[in-house]
T-cell receptor
Framework: DAGVIQSPRHEVTEMGQEVTLRCKPISGHDYLFWYRQTMMRGLELLIYFNNNVPIDDSGMPEDRFSAKMPNASFSTLKIQPSEPRDSAVYFC???FGQGAWEGYTFGSGTRLTVV | AQSVTQLGSHVSVSEGALVLLRCNYSSSVPPYLFWYVQYPNQGLQLLLKYTTGATLVKGINGFEAEFKKSETSFHLTKPSAHMSDAAEYFCAVGGGTSYGKLTFGQGTILTVHP
């Protein structure tokens, strides 16, 4: 299995532009999580899905952030418009079954820089 | 609500020395506990987990952790540090009504000196 695949690995964009991060979970996993990691705030859970349905989006910072999971093999996290404070590493993770019980498999992350 | 506290944001050891990374958790329900490792410019990788059963859990790369309910702790240890163990380590807790969601600690950066 190729693991959780995220793209792009690096993204540099100008303030105000739209940014779309992509994730392909492990086949058969039914939970998908989006995390953001910064030096100041550590790992923050933004949103997670179960069977493609958003379960908890309370971690999404504001309306500029949105996430979708149109099918079991693809999810996107969109920021529109982007701001410098959105600069961070964004991780996608997936899990099978009751996610907390099995542990997550993380992707390699997307390093976002907003200038 | 669940929470995790990792004591010490930085730990430094000599190669061959004991590694001890501390994790305390708070949970109103039986917890599921995890340790993850993150190498530079990589995602987090599962080291070991405790769900039920034996309280001493062995993981990859010679690491182990012991669940101590009375102390609400899940400390990570390795008898002899190797240079390749240098990384950031995260403790996480889940269970109960978290419905698949893990809560992570702030991380501990382990430095290994020759």
């Amino acid at each position: 299995d190729a693991g959780v695949i995220q793209s792009p690995r690096h993204e540099v964009t100008e303030m105000g532009q739209e940014v779309t991060l992509r994730c392909k979970p492990i086949s058969g996993h039914d939970y998908l999580f989006w995390y953001r990691q910064t030096m100041m705030r550590g790992l923050e859970l933004l949103i997670y899905f179960n069977n493609n349905v958003p379960i908890d989006d309370s971690g999404m910072p504001e309306d500029r952030f949105s996430a979708k999971m149109p099918n079991a093999s693809f999810s996107t996290l969109k920021i529109q418009p982007s701001e410098p404070r959105d600069s961070a590493v964004y991780f996608c993770a997936s899990s099978f079954g009751q996610g907390a019980w099995e542990g997550y498999t993380f992707g390699s992350g997307t390093r976002l820089t907003v200038v | 609500a669940q929470s995790v506290t990792q004591l010490g944001s930085h730990v430094s050891v000599s190669e061959g020395a004991l590694v001890l990374l501390r994790c305390n958790y708070s949970s109103s329900v039986p917890p599921y506990l995890f340790w993850y490792v993150q190498y530079p410019n990589q995602g987090l990788q599962l080291l070991l987990k405790y769900t039920t059963g034996a309280t001493l859990v062995k993981g990859i790369n010679g690491f182990e952790a012991e669940f101590k309910k009375s102390e609400t702790s899940f400390h990570l240890t390795k008898p002899s540090a190797h240079m390749s163990d240098a990384a950031e380590y995260f403790c996480a807790v889940g269970g109960g009504t978290s419905y698949g969601k893990l809560t992570f600690g702030q991380g501990t950066i382990l430095t290994v000196h020759p």
